[in-house]
């Protein structure tokens, strides 16, 4: 059963930063990609950050690209995502989530409907 845990959300001010991880158990192959997403309320589901399996393609949201950093830990299987000089506008629930079938060096997807399975989420609050 493949199961996703995020961890790291929490409270800070703008300017400050956080760390998330999410970490993938259930999978026995390695074609697959990763990506965090987030959710205001009243928002739809926004993709944020994707990494491919082998690290060597990403992709970012315009919102967050130069402010946030997403890496992966193949052999933890964890995914993490550094935040950087955080707005209020970053509030919201984040999750993370695997797209199945990604090639190791294909490139990945922001589209919330060609993710398979999801994790929780964590919030995320970044007081002005």
């Known amino acids: 059963q493949v199961q996703l845990m995020e961890s790291g959300g929490g409270v800070v001010q703008a300017g400050e930063s956080l760390r998330l991880s999410c970490i993938v158990s259930?999978?026995?192959?390695?074609?697959?990609?990763a990506g965090w997403f987030r959710q205001a309320p009243g928002k739809e589901r926004e993709g944020v950050s994707c990494i491919n399996w082998s690290g060597t393609r990403t992709a970012y949201a315009d919102s967050v690209t130069g402010r946030f950093t997403i890496t992966q830990a193949n052999s933890k299987n964890t995914m993490y995502l550094q935040m950087n000089s955080l707005k209020p506008s970053d509030t919201a629930t984040y999750y993370c989530?695997?797209?199945?079938?990604?090639?190791?060096?294909?490139?990945?997807?922001?589209?919330?409907?060609?993710?398979?399975?999801w994790g929780q989420g964590t919030q995320v609050t970044v007081s002005s």
């Open positions: 989530a695997v797209d199945l079938g990604v090639g190791e060096y294909d490139g990945c997807s922001l589209d919330a409907v060609d993710f398979d399975y």
């Open positions: 259930g999978l026995t192959f390695d074609d697959y990609a």
